[in-house]
């Protein structure tokens, strides 16, 4: 996952503009026989699906590891946009190789390249992939991005505000996905487009902007979990909730179930908070 914290395994290098961003063309599948399904055949039956609105997303990814690798696969796989950029400027070492997508022969490597270069062959409805190995905040100083939906999957709370703000600042939703520190619980978060919708600072009112919390405990399965929820939300954010459903923007998941915590599997609706320090001073 992206933070701001130096990686321990590798010095720390800044990249200079020109060679921190690499672009992956990735053509999809071949065309099929006229008698073959569409590879999205099956989407046509999932409650509040509408793969025809994703034609056309541009989509920002801030973080390239266990949570990050599987959002974009999963996003990829789907058809889910017609760009995908990712923001990590972490290096792979050998202890993410248990949860990410990434391979021995990537390690050593900035994440954003190596993720960026593995996705090519998922993505089945064909994308653009750019990878960026800068930290967020200088990378949206330094670049135009496009983005109809933005997704952090990072362990420090600076970058999710950041993340927040800029975000609100361009009217786009933006899907928030967090570890607990036993690498058991996921949480995930649906920031609104809206003025008015909460942001990632009022469903968590006592994140500390100068607090990280690499990961000292992490599973893939708990990755895969929170993977799920992320791409859940990004779903519904750009093509709405299914007839009937009531809509939430909270989701938690243990995967030892309720393990005594009633809160374990839990769903909520977040309203803003009229002294969030965060999202008020942008209404």
């Not at 994440?111 to 270069?117: E, M, V």
């Not at 009022?202 to 690499?214: H, Y």
């Not at 309720?258 to 008020?280: H, I, N, W, Y």
Request: a negative charge.
């Amino acid at each position: 996952m992206s933070t701001d914290l130096p990686n321990s395994d590798f010095p720390e290098i800044a990249l200079p503009l020109a060679e921190a961003i690499h672009t992956f063309e990735a053509p999809g599948l071949p065309p099929g026989h006229p008698a073959e399904e569409d590879a999205f055949a099956r989407h046509k039956d999932i409650p509040g699906h509408r793969q025809e609105m994703l034609k056309e997303v541009d989509i920002v990814q801030v973080g390239g590891g266990g949570l990050g690798s599987w959002i974009a696969l999963g996003l990829l796989r789907s058809g889910s946009c017609r760009s995908l950029t990712i923001i990590e400027h972490d290096r792979f070492e050998r202890s993410n190789a248990s949860r990410q997508l990434l391979y021995a022969h990537d390690i050593g490597d900035w994440k954003a390249f190596a993720l960026g270069r593995n996705l090519v062959d998922h993505a089945v409805g064909g994308a653009r992939i750019t990878a960026i190995a800068k930290p967020f905040e200088e990378a949206i100083a330094q670049i135009a991005i496009p983005a109809s939906l933005a997704i952090f999957g990072v362990d420090n709370n600076r970058c999710r505000l950041t993340g927040a703000r800029w975000a609100r600042e361009r009217r786009i939703p933006a899907v928030f996905t967090l570890l607990s520190r036993d690498g058991m619980r996921c949480h995930c978060f649906l920031q609104g487009p809206n003025p008015w919708d909460a942001c990632i600072h009022c469903a968590l009112p006592n994140l500390d902007p100068d607090a990280a919390m690499p990961c000292a405990a992490a599973i893939i399965s708990c990755c895969f979990l929170a993977g799920a929820y992320a791409i859940f939300f990004c779903h519904r954010a750009l093509m709405g909730w299914p007839e009937g459903v009531i809509p939430f923007n909270w989701r938690a998941a243990d995967l030892l179930g309720p393990a005594g915590d009633e809160q374990s599997a839990l769903t909520g609706f977040v309203k803003q908070r009229s002294d969030c320090p965060t999202c008020g001073p942008l209404r």
